[in-house]
């Protein structure tokens, strides 16, 4: 199946933001937890005890509780508020809160209490914060605390000269329960961490391009100091060339060396004036584009890949003269970014050709990418382009495992809508075989300079960003 061309994995990119040797679960939410677990539970044997009368060995109890409450005292003074507990550490205290939870229990009544269901909260906390072999280990233990405490318990407290017990099916049928519970709720938490956490991976990647950007520019202005900067020496230069050849006269030998100089100054000249030029000075001929010509700047570097590459454009028929006239966009990198993303796409999993095309009419422009691939896998369809969405591409291209990470995706489809730009994925319908991305563009908006869009909503937000 299909998966995208993303470049090089994006793992390095990250490289020492996160210490894998660190949980997500810092000390002082520990702490803070463990705190309402304690006083959750006096609450239960205060109620229990006085509000109720019911016998408890409230001794044992205590003790327990005792013993969670003066743990968090020295977890607070030994390590600061904000320490990030390391994996195996915060695994280690999630694993006594299991066994405290499990002998809080075994002394009120095992499985049929009603607060057994609380064995769910440390493998919440878990697979939100762990990795997941560490989840499935706790999970365990909360198993097998469970078929313990189905025969072996103390009673569950009640009125006296009463002995409340259930039948074992229905104990079986609650540790079932908890089970179940405990399952989807670790599922569901490590899902959503797992997006939460894709997507900030993808948005920061997405600052880096925009950083680079920002870099960019600030060459720009460095290069246009450096030619303010540079300006009245070489307009020495130039004047102490002319004087000289002028007092040497024409028969001097020197005479070619200070028009060689002279010229020479003057193109540094030249060179500083196109540098200092404004966004709105720059060469026609390579601050606009026609539709065939970004596309062909789009896909020339791929072109080495051995695929034959395919650029057609037309007008849809049945337009006037003056609608027929080719749109001509002004050069803007993050759409020459985007478009050269999905071309690279289309190039690495095409078996031998690449159909670029372009129509447009009075309203608006179209730009479609076809390859006679695998086409895009069908369960992928409704999230594609979406951050690390991917999925494995047909084995039959004889490259098993090659997937990619889908920020490359991710990034491209987020700066061609930044320009206007409404982006699809789709397949060939049969016979035809192959992915299809199309980018459709209003007129207005494809044909406007570089900064002239905003985002609905935002006003004030250059175009181009990439």
């Known amino acids: 199946m299909r998966t995208s061309t993303d470049g090089p994995p994006a793992a390095p990119l990250f490289k020492g933001i996160v210490n894998e040797r660190e949980s997500q ?34 001794g044992s109890c205590l003790m327990l509780i005792a013993l969670s409450a003066w ?72 198993i097998v605390a469970g078929l313990v405490l189905i025969d072996h318990h103390h009673p569950l407290p009640w009125y006296n000269g009463t002995r409340f017990d259930l039948p074992r099916d229905y104990k ?32 920061a990647a997405t600052d880096m391009v925009l950083a680079s950007e920002q870099r960019l520019h600030a060459l720009d202005g460095l290069a246009a100091a450096a030619a303010h900067e540079l300006g009245t020496p070489l307009s020495t230069i130039v004047l102490v060339s002319k ?59 791929h072109r080495a890949a051995g695929k034959r590459i395919i650029i057609s454009a037309s007008p849809l028929p049945g337009l006037d003269d003056e609608v027929r006239i080719e749109p001509v966009a002004h050069r803007r ?57 991917t999925s494995r591409r047909y084995e039959e291209n004889g490259e098993q495992g090659h997937s990619g990470l889908g920020l490359g995706l991710f990034i491209a489809k987020t700066l061609l809508e930044r320009s206007g730009a409404t982006v699809t994925f789709s397949n060939l319908t049969p016979p035809r075989r192959g992915a299809n991305v199309q980018i459709s563009w209003p007129r207005t908006a494809f044909e406007l300079p570089p900064g002239a869009f905003n985002w609905p909503g935002r006003r004030g937000m250059p175009l181009n960003v990439a």
């Open 71 to 142: 743990l968090n005292v020295f977890l607070s003074i030994r390590y600061p508020a904000r320490y990030r507990l390391t994996t195996r550490f915060a695994f280690v205290l999630l694993a006594y809160d299991v066994l405290q939870l499990a002998a809080l229990l075994y002394l009120t009544g095992g499985i049929q209490n009603p607060f057994a269901i609380l064995m769910v909260a440390p493998i919440t906390v878990a697979s939100a914060t762990l990795p997941p072999r560490y989840t499935v280990f706790l999970g365990s233990m909360v």
């Open 172 to 203: 079986i049928g609650a540790l079932i329960a908890l089970i179940s519970s405990m399952a989807f709720m670790a599922f569901f938490t490590w899902r959503l961490n797992k997006e939460s956490r894709q997507m900030s991976a993808a948005l």
């Open 25 to 58: 679960l810092r000390l002082v939410t520990s702490v803070r937890l463990r705190w309402v677990a304690v006083l959750g539970q006096l609450a239960a044997i205060a109620a229990v005890t006085l509000l109720y009368g019911f016998p408890l060995n409230i």
């Open 333 to 389: 990198p993050g759409v020459i970014y985007g478009l050269g993303n999905l071309i690279e796409n289309a190039v690495s999993f095409a078996q031998s050709e690449v159909q670029l095309s372009a129509r447009w009419n009075g309203s608006h422009v179209f730009f479609t990418i076809t390859d006679d691939g695998p086409g895009f896998a069908p369960e992928m369809m409704d999230s594609i382009g979406e951050p690390y969405i």
């Open 243 to 301: 004087e000289l050849e002028y007092e040497l006269g024409s028969d001097s030998r020197y005479r070619e060396d200070l028009q060689l100089l002279h010229s020479q100054a003057r193109r540094c000249r030249e060179i500083l004036q196109k540098l200092t030029r404004k966004p709105d000075e720059q060469d026609p001929m390579h601050a606009s584009l026609s539709v065939v010509e970004l596309l062909e700047e789009a896909s020339a570097v």
